[in-house]
């Protein structure tokens, strides 16, 4: 199976930055879309920003100019900086990756356990 394990979490102020990352581990054969979501309080779990596997990325409009998500196929690691936060950021953001694993043809889909950002004066 696969596993992805995100940090970088925290409490910041409005205006600073935070990097997350997420490490995907386990019998991966190949690692494809990637991508971060996130859910606030009472609301509906959302995509943030997703990578393709040659790098071709997608941002919903809250965040456009303000994050920037990146990969590290080697490394099998998806990152989201995120800069000029603001408190309408704060949320749990989880990792979400397309992957195969050894053994079979078939892509499934996988969700980290997700860690939470806050930000607030």
């Known amino acids: 199976q696969v596993q992805l394990v995100e940090s970088g979490g925290g409490l910041v102020q409005p205006g600073e930055s935070l990097r997350l990352s997420c490490a995907a581990s386990?019998?991966?054969?190949?690692?494809?879309?990637m991508g971060w979501y996130r859910q606030a309080s009472g609301k509906e779990r959302e995509l943030v920003a997703r990578i393709t596997t040659a790098g071709s990325t997608n941002y919903a409009d809250s965040v456009k100019g303000r994050f920037t998500i990146s990969r590290d196929n080697a490394k099998n690691t998806v990152y989201l900086q995120m800069n000029s936060l603001k408190p309408e950021d704060t949320a749990v953001y989880y990792c979400n990756a397309d992957a195969m694993t050894i053994g079979t043809l078939a892509i499934l889909n996988y969700w980290g356990q997700g860690t939470l950002v806050t930000v607030s004066s």
């Open positions: 386990g019998s991966i054969s190949s690692l494809y879309i």
